[in-house]
């Protein structure tokens, strides 16, 4: 045979390949890494170092991807992620826009917690674990529909991030059935490491429930579902031992609305504690001429702390951006370039910086440009500085029961409409 | 007494997570990338820094799959170096006599005329056709993917590949037969059927 008819090109380059980024990985240390990232760092920081100007990353206006939701879902483990990407969809259309136009809900009868937190803990089994060492230290997420708590123990002397941790999440109702039946599908990585799933059904606090003890890896993780309550099932999962699990179960306990919101952790805001914590997130971030904390104060549907931070940093950005479009309107271009100044470090207020580290956005976490809202504030700042502010194209929004939500994010969406921001043209 | 390092310290901002486990996912693939591409590890790491510096400066823009924007901005620094330096000597050559065949097999007979079919082969080509050639086939990336670094469609990149590809394989055939036969194709979906 003739290499004619043999002889593929890319074949041949590939397996004469010079150089291996496989082994180039393994013979670089962790502080070598770490210096030339330092050192990559610092070059990018000097102005006087010479970049090349080849202009072919322009391509990246184009990576931005479709917006979504973060947090939700977004540390359910492996087994949930058929479930937790079925709700993703439904979520992404449903978007309560940030900065000022949600509505205020009025105060109801329990004036110390915010009205939308009542709502979620009325609609919910409102279970705690009440075993000594417990305590919740995240939630996740924290709606009426879907939440998830994290519960660490924390006289665990290995106390660390994966030590002794357990969730407990809700979901709605009506998806029972779909996260039991995903659930029991042991998947062929479960089963090549030792996955061996054992069903049984049980009571929790007079309940029916369903416990899963999956023997993965020789470990001992356990799912508990108890039947849905009204509008939500709750699900507990833990890696504990047999007893540990059990003293687990047994300890929870349903209690009251004001008992458990007093049971979560810091970032569900409680009103009592909102005007320090609104005072924390300006701290850092220069205000713009005229700005009021008291509408600020006065809302109480914000539940989280990442939503307080929407709230904050959005009023803050919005007020800029209102003034610098008032300035450049009358000409007024001293009031224009206090606008850009004011803005002109939003990527390092402290705020956004919490929002991320809330958020989880680190590394691959981070949303890429255009879907993190964060960044919004980072682009408008952008914008004013190049001296055009755009308010299309817009967030198409719909009204469901007074509220105004986000129905879908265009492609380059102007950062003003997704803040909410009352800019003129 | 050592050196003070007495530069301030970068403030942090919302990107620099992104930027950071960008570096450290990519930092090799880069460093392979520009190696395959610059004569010396140190000139190739110089590459690597100036590209990240680059990245740094545009952390806010960084796309979810960065390797292709990576590239991108790499194949700027080079030519860039390549006009101010004119570092690049016969880079296809060179990389042709460097290129490794001890993937092919244990025999090193088979190995050299491999290895020399191919060194002849892929110094006649043009600096282009490498280029499309070298991403595909050595930096891993498909159609889509060389086609953002190169900043061209899908559509063209097909046309450069195919052309690049037959050249490749013509001039393979025309060099001296050896005994033994090429190593099986493996198909790659990042090849011209994608």
């Known amino acids: 045979m003739t290499r004619d008819s043999r002889t593929d090109a890319l074949a041949l380059m590939r397996a004469v390949n010079p150089t291996s980024a496989e082994e180039l990985r393994e013979a670089t240390g962790e502080s070598e890494l770490a210096r030339a990232m330092e050192a990559a760092i610092a070059a990018g920081e000097s102005p006087a170092r010479p970049i090349p100007a080849g202009d072919r990353v322009a391509m990246e206006g184009g990576a931005g991807g479709a917006f979504r939701r973060p947090g939700l879902f977004s540390r359910r483990r492996a087994a949930s992620v058929g479930f937790g990407l079925a709700c993703a969809g439904v979520i992404a259309v449903l978007i309560v826009l940030g900065g000022g136009s949600v509505d205020t809900v009025k105060e109801g009868g329990r004036p110390t917690y915010a009205a939308a937190a009542v709502e979620v803990a009325e609609a919910n089994p409102r279970l705690l674990v009440t075993a000594p060492g417990w305590a919740i230290v995240h939630?996740?997420?924290?709606?009426?529909?879907?939440?998830?708590?994290?519960?660490?123990?924390?006289?665990?002397?290995?106390?660390?991030?994966?030590?002794?941790?357990?969730?407990?999440?809700w979901y709605p109702a009506r998806s029972y059935g779909t996260v039991l039946r995903e659930h029991r599908e042991v998947s062929p990585w479960q089963e090549r490491h030792g996955g061996r799933l054992v069903e049984t059904s049980t009571t929790v606090l007079g309940h029916p429930?369903?416990?899963?003890?999956?023997?993965?890896?020789?470990?001992?993780?356990?799912?508990?579902?108890?039947?849905?309550?009204?509008?939500?099932?709750?699900?507990?999962?833990?890696?504990?031992?047999?007893?540990?699990?059990?003293?687990?179960?047994?300890?929870?306990?349903?209690?009251?609305v004001d008992r458990w919101l007093s049971a979560m952790p810091p970032e569900v805001v409680q009103p009592a504690a909102r005007s320090e914590v609104i005072a924390g997130m300006l701290d850092g971030v220069p205000l713009p001429p005229g700005f009021q904390i008291a509408p600020l104060e006065a809302e109480t549907h914000f539940i989280?702390?990442?939503?307080?931070?929407?709230?904050?940093?959005?009023?803050?950005?919005?007020?800029?951006?209102?003034?610098?479009?008032?300035?450049?309107?009358?000409?007024?271009?001293?009031?224009?370039?206090?606008?850009?100044?004011?803005?002109?470090?939003?990527?390092?207020?402290?705020v956004l910086l919490q929002m991320v580290q809330e958020k989880g956005y680190e590394g691959d976490v981070?949303?890429?440009?255009?879907?993190?809202?964060?960044?919004?504030?980072?682009?408008?700042?952008?914008?004013?500085?190049?001296?055009?502010?755009?308010?299309?194209?817009?967030?198409?929004?719909?009204?469901?029961?007074g509220r105004v939500y986000g129905e879908g994010i265009p492609a380059n969406v102007a950062p003003v409409s997704v803040l909410g921001c009352h800019v003129r043209g | 007494m050592p050196p003070v390092d007495d530069s301030p310290e970068?403030?942090?901002?919302?990107?620099?997570?992104?930027?950071?486990?960008?570096?450290?996912?990519?930092?090799?693939?880069?460093?392979?990338?520009?190696?395959?591409?610059?004569?010396?590890r140190e000139a190739a790491e110089e590459v690597v820094a100036d590209t990240f510096a680059v990245a740094w400066?545009?952390?806010?823009?960084?796309?979810?799959?960065?390797?292709?924007?990576?590239?991108?901005?790499?194949?700027?620094?080079?030519?860039?170096?390549?006009?101010?330096?004119?570092?690049?000597?016969?880079?296809?050559?060179?990389?042709?006599?460097?290129?490794?065949?001890?993937?092919?097999?244990?025999?090193?007979?088979?190995?050299?005329?491999?290895?020399?079919a191919f060194s002849a082969a892929f110094a006649g080509l043009e600096e282009q056709e490498r280029e499309v050639l070298r991403l595909v086939a050595w930096d891993g990336l498909d159609v889509r993917e060389a086609a953002q670094v190169l900043g061209c469609s899908q559509g063209a990149f097909r046309v450069r590949l195919h052309r690049a590809r037959r050249k490749l394989t013509r001039r393979l055939d025309a060099a001296k037969p050896i005994d033994r036969e090429c190593p099986t194709p493996v198909p790659r979906p990042a090849e011209e059927a994608r």
Not at chain 1, 310 to 337: F, K, M, N
Not at chain 2, 10 to 29: K, L, N, Q, T, V
């Open chain 1, 139 to 169: 939630a996740h997420s924290f709606e009426v529909d879907s939440g998830i708590l994290e519960y660490r123990y924390r006289n665990d002397p290995a106390y660390g991030r994966d030590a002794n941790s357990l969730h407990l999440s």
């Open chain 1, 209 to 256: 429930a369903i416990t899963f003890h999956d023997h993965l890896g020789g470990g001992s993780d356990y799912s508990t579902f108890l039947r849905p309550q009204g509008r939500v099932f709750v699900e507990i999962n833990a890696r504990l031992s047999p007893s540990d699990y059990s003293t687990v179960l047994r300890s929870l306990r349903a209690v009251s």
């Open chain 1, 304 to 350: 989280d702390r990442y939503q307080l931070g929407q709230a904050v940093a959005g009023a803050v950005a919005c007020g800029w951006l209102e003034s610098w479009s008032a300035a450049t309107r009358s000409g007024d271009d001293a009031a224009a370039r206090q606008a850009v100044e004011g803005m002109a470090g939003a990527r390092r207020w402290p």
């Open chain 1, 366 to 401: 981070l949303p890429a440009h255009g879907n993190g809202w964060p960044s919004y504030i980072v682009e408008a700042a952008g914008e004013i500085a190049a001296g055009r502010l755009r308010r299309h194209p817009a967030v198409r929004t719909t009204r469901i029961d």
């Open chain 2, 10 to 40: 970068p403030a942090p901002d919302i990107y620099r997570g992104r930027f950071e486990s960008c570096f450290r996912a990519h930092h090799a693939r880069l460093l392979a990338f520009a190696m395959r591409r610059v004569s010396g």
């Open chain 2, 57 to 116: 400066r545009r952390r806010d823009r960084i796309p979810e799959s960065p390797l292709p924007w990576l590239y991108a901005i790499a194949s700027n620094v080079l030519a860039d170096q390549y006009r101010s330096t004119r570092r690049r000597r016969d880079l296809g050559l060179r990389l042709a006599h460097e290129a490794r065949a001890d993937a092919t097999g244990s025999d090193p007979a088979e190995s050299l005329a491999l290895r020399e």
